[in-house]
């Protein structure tokens, strides 16, 4: 039944939502001017290379409600704005998804309107940022992004080393809603407020599963500052902030009005502050800080004037504070792959045990927050270095995915080796139908010969967008090679393009100085009772016109849906 489910979605969808795939720069010079053709539902698939100049920087998104994605991601693609210019501008855009570019040396200005030194969001926006790195930009408010009356949602996203002179030094939030998820907010600076984040003026924002490290700020907010808004933090780090003045870790000011701002199951560590409030201080506000960790900041862990409603429950804190379930211990934080605050545990490997063990106010699998409608619970989350669920009462603090992490950008991209996959799969000639490949713009070397996959991710729920690519790439002085894709359903296997049990193929131009790009599925995963299943697979692999000659490497991605 999962694999007629799979077949249909793959099969289906993509014929009935993708729109029309617009390749830059085989159709389209520029980014823009692939963009300007676009209509709603279209695709804008951007090849390899550092894209900089007329075109290729302010790239204005205007009412569009389309996907622009490169090809290989966001090591490969680089927006190169050379100090004088913006990535991307988004206007009255309603759904638009941002994905899998580096966007680097962005310049919003100077002046005291100027805002959104990589990306600027504004007039009633709502696009999704996804699997970018925006990093080394500068505006006078939010040096990497600036959002402004309007929706925006940043996923697996790496947002560091920019600057503003006034107010968040990494994003800027003004007017808006904002959901930031798996994101990394680091090294960012201000002159004045929130280096990492600021928000204001009646914004709501969440900020899920994330980490904001060495931001800092020469005023107040190190890593971030929430003034007259709605926060929530949850399942996040936030450490080795600072501020000259308040709020190392976060400032939260004059939210007495809104519901109360929420901490939950997140850890406070190692932040300073110059005058008061450490981890957190909060003024004129109502806050709830539960399953929480604030531990070894400076001065102080936790501080509030007399006009904030605090209720701190469940929580580790540092000399201890007033609440049901607190204490006041040495968490035992163990570095490990995603994160230097996983909790020391015998049945991990480490000799003692943190208090911090099932100290929590309920079952981790009660302990849950809505995404996108979907329900994510601690339970599918781990503390112990062993990849262990929390199955019982939950743990307090950060918690990590179940997952070996894949490798993290590097400051200067460079191009990552093809994994190793050992099962071959079969591969049998019929069909020559041909696709459009995709030719790469830049002289970048790639150290891998074959095929490569790229899957935007590796579960899917309702409404993420699931595209697959294969790179093809030869050496053996061919001009013309045989594409194969199967899908792997637990053994049975489905032949692209058609997705049926009958061997099939198509063909695709070879070089061996550039990988092809052909764009296999691009769609959004739709809506329905489709179950679940894990551990499927797409296999590729690249083969001479005679089909005797297997060229290079084949390769696999694993991926599942829920």
Known sequence: MRSIHLILILLFIPLICSGEIIQVPADYVTIQAGIDAAVAGDTVLVADGTYTGSGNVNIIVDNKDITIMSVTGLEMCVIE????????????????????????????????????????????????????????????????IACLHSLLEIEDCIVRNNSSFEYGGGIHVRFS?????????????TVYEGGGIYITELSDVDILNSLLEFNNSGRDGGGLMCVGSQLIIWNCEVTRNSAVRDGGGAIIYGQELYPPNTIHNSTFTENTAGAVGGGVIAYMSSLEFK?????????????????????????????????DGNFSSDPFFIPGPHGDFYLSQIPCGQIDNSPCLNAGNDLAANVCIELSGQTSCMDIRTTCLTYSADGETVDIGVHYPM???TPTATSTPTATSTPTVTPTPPIMPTSTDSPTPTPTPTSTPFPWTGTRLTISQTIFEAGDLFTLVAGSRGDLGLSIAHLWVLLDVYGDFFFWPGWSGDPQFSSVPLSDEHPTSTLILSFLWPTGDFGSAYGLKFWGAILDPAVQTLIGDFDSVEFGYR
Do not use: H
């Open 291 to 323: 399953n929480s960790i604030f531990w070894s900041n400076s001065p102080s862990q936790i501080n509030e004037d007399e006009g904030t409603e605090l209720l701190v429950t469940f929580c580790d804190v540092m000399g201890n504070y007033p609440g």
């Open 177 to 189: 809603s904002l959901m930031i998820d798996n994101c990394r907010i680091i090294g960012n600076s």
């Open 81 to 144: 704005c050379a100090n004088s210019s913006r990535g991307f501008i988004f206007k009255n855009d309603d759904s638009s998804i941002l994905q899998g570019f580096t966007i680097q040396n962005g310049f919003g200005g100077n002046e005291w309107s100027d805002a959104g030194g990589g990306v600027f969001v504004d007039d009633f926006s709502a696009p999704i940022i996804r699997a970018c790195m925006i990093q080394s930009s500068s505006a006078y408010w939010g040096g990497g």
């Open 403 to 405: 997952t070996v992490p």
